[in-house]
């Protein structure tokens, strides 16, 4: 096995006897993968961007729409009390999923990015200021950069941003140095969407609880390729969106810890958030509503229930063993296309696999490979300052899920061939 992937059967608990898993038994269930594009059979390679949505999703927003469309929590009649439960019976799938202890500790928002700017702007509410510090790490997303930047800015508080080593590899010595009395909060990402490294967070959970600082952990490429379970975590808060884990677009989730989560104030006013309004005072709600200010994503929280229990129906381990396999696989070819060079090597690594190829700018191999039916991203990926580290403007990243086969693969690395003919 290629020593750059080694997440593994074993990392999920399967060990080495993990059934194997046939891709070609899901593909119906993703009805967009069968088409052709530019009249060619559809390699969809860009998961890390968007996952495709099983039918059981697609139905289960429509059912709702059909049978049950009603707004939550307000009304007294027999469709809202319909969607009030399956709002909520989903906030309870996402419980289950995450394995955290309370449903009110999962609280719905528009995605990974809205979730990191509620703890953000929380806690500039709650009196982040000059002196205080804020630890990032150069890999991450901009959605878990810029919050933070935006914070610092308008308290005077300090962004710390711990480096990464030449391989693209958090360099863990430093948490140490920078984590200190003046640390409110450190951020950091599960899988690095841009070189698929998997950080090993619960190590740095427990390096910043040694000295009583939380720690948000952003899930947005983790959810739908690794188990996560946030109390084996034991982070203070956990950020993915519904859209990278089969769900729709419009939904994702903060998960906090009910003690972390009432210390923070709401960030957003409005209807649902506040138990009692006069026109001298507001008394906020309980969690979770009060997060969850004005008419939520009730059809979205009902389509990321569909697609975890669609996720619970698959044999996991053996889905995840299979992604391990194709990443190695792909590795492996990529390797041999002359001219491509794979950017990030090291640490295990995830579902992602990022490349540069001689002098050819990215969105020409993007280009020319949606030409063959591949369709891949091209580009810093949200993560410049990583680019910059990198002293690269952009890599072509090709990312897999469980439903991709050998095949998607192959055609990949011919049509990387294709590239070097056209333009090499
Ligand atoms: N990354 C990608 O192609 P939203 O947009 O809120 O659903 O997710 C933001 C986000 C946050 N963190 C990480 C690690 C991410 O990968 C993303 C989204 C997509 O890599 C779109 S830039």
């Not at 983790?222 to 519904?242: E, K, N, R, T």
């Amino acid at each position: 096995m290629n020593p750059g992937v080694g997440l593994g059967a074993s990392s999920v608990g399967a060990g080495p006897r993990v059934r194997p898993f046939d891709p070609a038994s899901v593909v119906p269930d993703f009805p967009v993968l069968s088409q052709l594009v530019h009249g060619k059979p559809l390699s969809y390679l860009d998961n890390a961007a968007t996952t495709q949505k099983p039918l059981a999703v697609v139905e289960g927003i429509s059912h709702f729409y059909l049978h049950d469309n009603a707004n939550i929590h307000r009304g007294v009649h027999l469709l809202s009390e319909r969607a009030t439960a399956a709002y909520e019976g989903a906030r309870q799938a996402v419980q289950r999923f995450i394995n955290a202890r309370e449903a009110r500790e999962v609280v719905f928002v528009r995605g990974t990015t809205e979730a990191i700017n509620l703890v953000a702007q929380s806690l500039v509410r709650s009196g982040l200021k000059e002196g205080d510090e804020i630890v990032v790490s150069v890999l991450e997303h901009h959605s878990n950069f810029v919050p933070w930047k935006m914070a610092a800015e308008a308290t005077g508080a300090r962004l710390r941003v711990v480096p990464i080593t030449d391989a693209g590899d958090l360099r863990l010595d430093q948490y140490e140095r920078v984590l200190t009395s003046r640390t409110r909060i450190v951020a950091l990402g599960h899988v690095s969407n841009a070189l698929g490294t998997v950080n090993p967070v619960a190590e740095i959970v427990r390096l910043a609880h040694e000295r009583g600082i939380p720690v948000l952990i952003d899930g947005a490429q983790a959810v739908a390729h690794l188990p996560v379970d946030v109390q084996a975590i034991d982070c203070d808060f956990y950020a993915f969106s519904g859209h990278k884990l089969y769900g729709p677009t419009g939904i994702g989730v903060l998960y906090g810890k009910a003690g972390r989560l009432d210390a923070l104030p709401p960030w957003q006013g409005g209807g649902d958030m506040i138990r009692s309004v006069t026109l001298e005072r507001v008394d906020y709600n309980t969690l979770p509503a009060k997060f969850e200010a004005g008419t939520p994503d009730i059809a979205g929280a009902i389509g990321l229930e569909a697609a975890i229990r669609y996720l619970e129906g698959l044999d996991r381990a053996a889905a995840f063993a299979h992604e391990e396999e194709l990443l190695g696989y792909a590795i492996e070819r990529l390797e041999r296309v002359p001219g491509v060079r794979l950017v990030g090597r090291g640490a295990p690594r995830t579902s992602i696999v990022s490349f540069v190829m001689d002098e050819i700018h990215p969105h020409d191999i993007g280009t020319i490979l949606d030409g063959e039916g591949v369709a891949i991203r091209a580009g810093h990926h949200c993560c410049q300052p990583l680019m910059h580290r990198l002293g690269l403007g952009a890599t072509a990243r090709a990312s897999f899920a469980f439903y991709n086969r050998k095949e998607d693969v192959d055609r990949l690395a011919d049509a990387l061939d294709r590239v070097r003919e056209v333009l090499g």
